[in-house]
C-alpha cells in the first residue's frame, strides 16, 4: 500500500499496531513543497536520492550517540542496508512504523478547531503531533520576523532580550514548536504543545535534550560541507515502550535551513523567488481568511496559477542538493561541481535577474 505525500511517497509492508511497531519505506521523490501548498509543478533532477543520501547519514550519525531513531537503511537490491554499505545513491529508506491520530478538525466559534483528545499520557507506538524546531540564527526568510511583526509571539517566549535582525546568529538556540497534523502549521508554546500531545513535563523536558542532541549533530555534518545550520525541524515518536524516537528525515536541505557565505543553501531559495510572486501573497492572504471564517481548505481561496521555476535556478537547485548531500556526507555520490561553484553559478544567475 503506497500513501503519496508532496514530497515521498510512503509504502506500508508491515501495518503497525497499538502494541507492535510497522515497517514501511519512504520513496523520496524529486517533488518540493513550499508553504504548506503541496507538490509544486517543476521537479528538481535527483533531489530524492540526495535526501535520502543526507537523512540516511544524520539518522546513523544520531545512533552513534545513542538517540533512538525509527530508521532502518537505504534500500539497495531490495534490502536496507547501513550507510557505508552503500554502493550508489538510494531514493529509498526503510524505517519502522507508529500508528497516526489525525486530530478531528471543527468548526468553533467561527475558527477551525482541533481534537486532540485521543493523545493521552498513556499512549504509546504513536506519532508525537508536533514539529520540533531549533534555530541557531535568524536568516533573512526566518518566520520568527513574521511571528513578531504580527504579535503572533513575544522576544520574551523566544528568549529574546532585543529585536532580532535578518542574518544575526543566536548565543544559545531557540527552540520553537509547531503543530504537524493540521491543515496548516501553527505555531504553539511549548505548554500548549504539551497538553495537545499528552506530554508529561518530563517528557516535555526529554523532547528538548533530543532537540539539542540533533541540533549539535547536524551542526557538526554541516560543517563538513562549511555550511552554517541555521534552523532545522524534526518529527518524534514514541515507541512501544513510550521512549522517543526520531522519525520521517532530518538533516536535508528540506528540514534545515543552510547557508554558504550568507546565502541560502537548501530550498530557502526557492521560497524567496515565490515571495516576489502574486501567488505567493495569495497564499498568505488565504491563510489569514481562512483562520479568520474557520475555513479548512484554504487552498480553494487560491485562485493565481502556481508559477514555475526559472529553468537555470531549477538547474542550480539540483546541483546544491547533490553537492551538500556529497560534501555533508565525505563521498561522492553525485558527479557536480563544488559548492562553492554552485554558489557562484547562484550568484550570477540572481545578478541578472536584477
Not at 182 to 189: I, P, Q, S
Not at 196 to 208: C, D, P, R, S, Y
Not at 211 to 240: C, M, P, R, S, Y
Amino acid at each position: 500500500m503506497f500513501t503519496v505525500g508532496s514530497v515521498k511517497d510512503l509504502e506500508v509492508i508491515q501495518k503497525p499496531t497499538k502494541e507492535k511497531m510497522g515497517r514501511g519505506r519512504f520513496h523520496f521523490s524529486d517533488r518540493y513543497s513550499v508553504f504548506d501548498w503541496g507538490e509544486m509543478p517543476d521537479h528538481i533532477p535527483k533531489k530524492g536520492e540526495a535526501l535520502a543520501v543526507m537523512g540516511a547519514y544524520c539518522f546513523e550519525r544520531l545512533e552513534e550517540k545513542s538517540v533512538r531513531t525509527h530508521y532502518k537503511g537505504l534500500v539497495e537490491n531490495g534490502k536496507a542496508v547501513k550507510f557505508s554499505s552503500l554502493k550508489q545513491p538510494s531514493s529509498v529508506m526503510e524505517v519502522c512504523m507508529v500508528s497516526v491520530y489525525k486530530p478531528e478538525a471543527h468548526v468553533e466559534g467561527g475558527k477551525l478547531t482541533y481534537d486532540y483528545s485521543a493523545y493521552t499520557q498513556n499512549l504509546k507506538n504513536c506519532l508525537i503531533p508536533l514539529e520540533i524546531i531549533y534555530r541557531n540564527g535568524l536568516p533573512q526568510g526566518s518566520s520568527v520576523f513574521k511571528r513578531l511583526e504580527q504579535g503572533k509571539v513575544t522576544l520574551q517566549q523566544l528568549g529574546l532580550d532585543h529585536q532580532p535582525k535578518p542574518g544575526e546568529r543566536l548565543a544559545q538556540p531557540i527552540f520553537d514548536v509547531s503543530t504537524k497534523l493540521e491543515e496548516t502549521d501553527r505555531y504553539v508554546t511549548w505548554e500548549e504543545a504539551a497538553k495537545i500531545a499528552g506530554l508529561t513535563a518530563i517528557e516535555a523536558a526529554a523532547v528538548k535534550v533530543v532537540l539539542a542532541k540533533v541540533n549539535e549533530t547536524i551542526n557538526e555534518i554541516a560543517a563538513h560541507a562549511g555550511l552554517v545550520n541555521e534552523d532545522g525541524k524534526i518529527e518524534l515518536a514514541f515507541d512501544t515502550q513510550r521512549r522517543l524516537m526520531v522519525v520521517d528525515v532530518l538533516g536535508t536541505l528540506d528540514e534545515c535551513r543552510f547557508t554558504l557565505d550568507g546565502l541560502h543553501v537548501s530550498k530557502e531559495i526557492a521560497r524567496q523567488v515565490y515571495k516576489k510572486t502574486d501567488w505567493y501573497h495569495e497564499v498568505e492572504d488565504a491563510k489569514k481568511t481562512a483562520e479568520a471564517q474557520g475555513i479548512k481548505d484554504w487552498k480553494a481561496l487560491v485562485k493565481t496559477p502556481t508559477p514555475r521555476l526559472d529553468p537555470t535556478l531549477k538547474k542550480v537547485i539540483s546541483e546544491m542538493y547533490m553537492t551538500a548531500a556529497n560534501e555533508m556526507t565525505g563521498r561522492k555520490f553525485f558527479d557536480t561541481p563544488a559548492l562553492s561553484d554552485v554558489v557562484k553559478e547562484y550568484n550570477e544567475w540572481a545578478g541578472k535577474k536584477q
